[in-house]
């Protein structure tokens, strides 16, 4: 049997949930689908609790980069750190070191995606960010693999699970607001300090990506036009109602001729389409191709496992052609 070697650097959600796919829960299924077993030898992480609840060998820990960035016995990095500049550095030297690197890290990805992708390029090592937008959705890799026969002339999606729950709960139980964004933050859905999210900020990144992956063009998210969820009232949701629809928050571009146009905004979606059937945290990616037509993919945005399980189909996808 094949073994291949990872880092993972960040034992937080996501990092957990990764090791818990890929070492425990679906270990002896992924061995056995696969031919490769996956032998975890360093962890960049200053908390040793989170390893011992894990139960992985202390001495796997690091504090270092460089011991995983620069290291022999490490052929995939897992970056789960989260943040922008830190994180970016340290996955381009492991590009720039021929190691291949898988992130959930939408926010890295969007400011750094020609960055990231030229040091891959540039070694031949592979950089797959399959969990970066949509959470377990593979919407990304139908885009670039089977889909990739395809001119892309729109991309628009509900890709913020925080922004569509706090919506949801307005529109179909007359919650206000600030009622819905307690709850989110109550059932882990937004984080303490929601702004990233409320105000259209991770949508924009995550749409940043989409962007150059279907019409080859990177757009920075903060060149994005962007308006978030605050400013919409019940008035609003209201008259969406009597106009047979709802009001989502859209991140959603497209490609007329040579002129790429994008936004992410609260729009109004007719009931008939299939984007208006997504609901509380749920996230879907709507893509339109002139070979294929119309698709949707849909299904958890976010948690450990839904984003873990895109994680290890990149880990795995890297290690086969190891």
């Known amino acids: 049997m094949k073994n291949v070697n990872i880092a993972i650097l ?3 959600t996501v990092g957990g949930g990764t090791y818990e796919i890929l070492s425990k829960m679906n270990r002896g299924l992924i061995e056995n689908r696969t ?3 996956f032998t975890l030898t360093k962890v960049l992480e200053r908390d040793l609790s989170r390893l011992e609840a894990l139960g992985i060998d202390p001495a796997c820990a690091v504090t270092d980069p460089d011991l995983i960035t620069e290291a022999d016995d ?3 990095v897992i970056e789960s750190l989260g943040g922008i500049d830190f994180p970016s550095a340290v996955m381009e030297k492991a590009l720039l070191n021929g190691k291949s690197v898988v992130t959930p890290n939408k926010a890295a990805v969007a400011a750094n995606f020609d960055k990231l992708t030229k040091a891959a390029k540039s070694s031949g090592a592979q950089f797959r960010f399959e969990a970066s937008v949509g959470g377990g959705i593979p919407a990304l890799t139908a885009i670039q693999e089977a889909l990739s026969g395809n001119k892309f002339t729109e991309v628009m999606g509900i890709v913020n699970g925080t ?11 007359g919650w206000s607001y600030e009622d819905a964004l307690k709850d989110a933050q109550a059932r882990g859905f937004a984080e303490a300090d929601p702004t990233a999210d409320v105000e259209g900020i991770d949508a924009a990144n995550k749409l940043s990506i989409l962007m150059a992956l279907c019409f080859g063009e990177y757009i920075h998210p903060d060149d ?11 008035a609003d949701i209201e008259e969406a109602k009597a106009k047979g629809g709802k009001i989502k928050l859209i991140a959603g571009a497209k490609k ?4 790429l146009s994008y936004s992410v905004k609260p729009t109004f979606i007719p009931n008939e389409h299939p984007l208006a059937g997504v609901s509380n945290e749920f996230n879907a990616i709507y893509v339109t191709g002139n070979a294929v037509g119309e698709l949707m993919f849909y299904g958890k945005g976010a948690g450990a496992l839904p984003t873990g399980s ?6 795995i996808a890297i290690a086969k052609t190891l």
């Open 35 to 37: 031919g490769i077993q």
């Open 74 to 76: 490490v052929d995939i």
């Open 163 to 173: 922004t569509n729950y706090i919506l949801t709960k307005m529109g179909e139980e």
């Open 310 to 315: 895109a994680v290890v189909g990149d880990i």
């Open 256 to 259: 007329r001729g040579a002129i």
């Open 10 to 12: 960040g034992l937080g």
């Open 224 to 234: 994005i036009t962007r308006e978030g969820i605050t400013g919409v009232t019940m």
